[in-house]
C-alpha cells in the first residue's frame, strides 16, 4: 500500500447469519442494546446503497488517495446485506480503489460469487475452526462444507494471482485447540499463492463468549502446545506442497503479545522462521487510526478510525475524557477524505490514542516497539498474559 493509500474497513451490517457459541458480539443484534448506543441514529436498520452513495462518490473523486476497501464481519456478516453484491461491484469498478477484501463466515458465498467482480480481490478472510468437527461444534451443524465449498471457489478464482492472500481466521479457545493441527492438512489441497492460517486469542468479555466462558477458556500452555503440534504438521504439508512446486502454507499469530510470541516460538523446536508471519512493528507503526491510514464504516454510516474505537466501551472511555464529541456521518456532506480524518472527532481521537498509550503499563514494557497491541484494548480490557497482570 502506497503512501497515500488509506484503508476503508467497511461494516455493512450487525446482523448474522450465525449464532456462534464463542461470539463477542451478538449484543449488536438486540435493537435495544443498539437504540441506547445510537441515541441520535433515527431509525436502527444498515444503510441501503443508494444511502452510501456519498461516500462512495468521495471515494471515486478525492484524487489525493487509493484506497483498500475490506468488508469485515467484527460486527456482522457483510454477505447477507441486501445489497452486498452492488456495492461491491461498485466500489471495485473505481479507478480509486486499488484493492478489495472481505473477511466472511463463507456460508452463503460460493452462492453470489458469479454476481462478483474479482479482479481486484486481494484478500479474502475465512473463518475455520480446524476440522469439521470442532467448527461444528462451535458454528452449527452443516456449516464447515459451506465455509470450505467458498473457500475452495474463492481459491480456484485466484490460484494464479501472486499478490492474492487467502486467510484463514482461527479463533483458538478450550473446544478447538486440539484441533488446530488439522488446519494445514484441511488447507493443503489449495493452490493459491499466499494462503495464511491466523491465530488468534479468544476474549471471554461479552455475549456468547462470557456465556461459555468455562467451555471456551483455555490455558496458555494449552495455546503454545496446540500451536507447536499445528507446526509440526505443518511443516509435512509444506514439505508435500514444495515438493509440488506449490507455495507452503504460513502460521501468523495475531492479536498476541510480544512476550507470548517469544514463549510460544522458543518452545517450538527446530523452528523455521520462513513459516511464520511475525509483526515486530510497535503499535505506533502498526496503528493505522493513530497514523490515518484507516476509516472504519459502520452500518448507519458512522465513521470511526477503526473497530476499537467504535465499541461502547471505547467511545465511553472517550467522551470521560474528551466530552461528547458528534460522530462524522456520510449524511454530514463531506467532499473529501481529509475532511473526515481532519474532523474534530478524528483529531481529538488521535490525541487520546497517544494518551492511553503513554498511560497503560505496556510503555515501559522493553518489547514496546516491537509489539502491536491496541491501546484502546489494553486500556479498557488488558492484556491476557503476564504481561499486565489485572488488578
Keep these: 500500500m502506497g503512501h497515500n493509500s488509506i484503508q476503508i474497513d467497511w461494516h455493512l451490517t450487525y446482523n448474522c447469519n450465525l449464532n456462534c457459541i464463542h461470539c463477542g458480539v451478538v449484543r449488536y443484534r438486540d435493537k435495544e442494546f443498539l437504540r441506547h448506543f445510537y441515541p441520535r441514529s433515527g431509525s436502527i436498520r444498515d444503510l441501503k446503497k443508494e444511502e452510501l452513495e456519498p461516500f462512495v462518490a468521495i471515494l471515486s473523486q478525492d ?75 462451535i458454528r452449527g451443524k452443516g456449516t464447515f462444507k459451506r465455509t470450505y465449498r467458498s ?43 499466499n494462503i495464511v492460517i491466523n491465530i488468534l486469542p479468544l476474549g471471554t468479555n461479552e455475549g456468547n463468549a462470557k456465556i461459555n466462558e468455562d467451555a471456551l477458556s483455555v490455558e496458555e500452555d494449552i495455546i503454545i502446545k496446540s500451536i507447536m503440534d499445528a507446526y509440526q504438521k505443518l511443516r509435512v504439508v509444506n514439505r508435500d506442497r514444495r515438493k509440488q512446486k506449490m507455495a507452503p502454507i504460513k502460521i501468523r499469530p495475531l492479536g498476541f503479545t510480544s512476550k507470548q510470541l517469544l514463549k510460544i516460538v522458543r518452545s517450538i523446536k527446530n523452528v523455521d522462521f520462513s513459516d511464520f508471519i511475525i509483526s515486530y512493528r510497535g503499535w505506533k507503526n502498526s496503528c493505522s487510526a493513530y497514523s490515518r491510514k484507516k476509516i472504519y464504516v459502520d452500518p448507519f454510516g458512522n465513521f470511526f478510525p477503526c473497530g476499537a474505537f467504535a465499541a461502547p466501551e471505547s467511545l465511553a472511555k472517550f467522551y470521560s475524557m474528551k466530552g461528547y464529541i458528534n460522530v462524522p456521518n456520510i449524511k454530514d456532506g463531506f467532499s473529501s477524505i481529509d475532511e473526515v480524518l481532519d474532523s474534530k472527532f478524528f483529531v481529538l481521537a488521535r490525541e487520546w490514542i497517544n494518551e492511553l498509550y503513554e498511560s497503560i503499563p505496556c510503555n515501559s514494557c522493553p518489547l514496546k516497539n516491537s509489539c502491536t497491541v491496541c491501546p484502546i484494548y489494553a486500556s479498557i480490557w488488558g492484556v491476557q498474559c503476564e504481561c499486565w497482570e489485572r488488578s
Excluded at 92 to 119: A, D, P, Q, R, W
Excluded at 152 to 176: A, C, P
Design 63 to 137: 484524487t489525493s488517495y487509493k484506497f483498500a476497501v475490506h468488508f469485515s464481519p467484527n460486527n456482522g456478516e457483510s454477505t447477507i446485506h441486501p445489497d452486498f453484491v452492488d456495492i461491491w461491484n461498485t466500489l471495485s469498478s473505481l479507478e480509486s480503489v486499488h484493492s478489495m477484501g472481505i473477511t466472511t463466515n463463507g456460508i452463503i458465498l460460493y452462492k453470489i460469487l458469479n454476481k462478483m467482480e474479482f479482479e481486484k480481490l486481494k484478500n479474502a478472510i475465512f473463518s475455520l475452526d480446524g476440522d469439521e468437527e470442532a467448527h461444528e461444534r
Design 151 to 193: 473457500i475452495q471457489k474463492i481459491d480456484e478464482i485466484k490460484q494464479n494471482d501472486d499478490l492474492f492472500y487467502l486467510q484463514v481466521n482461527f479463533v483458538i479457545n478450550g473446544i478447538n485447540a486440539d484441533s488446530l493441527k488439522e488446519l494445514s492438512l484441511v488447507l493443503g489441497e489449495l493452490t493459491s499463492k
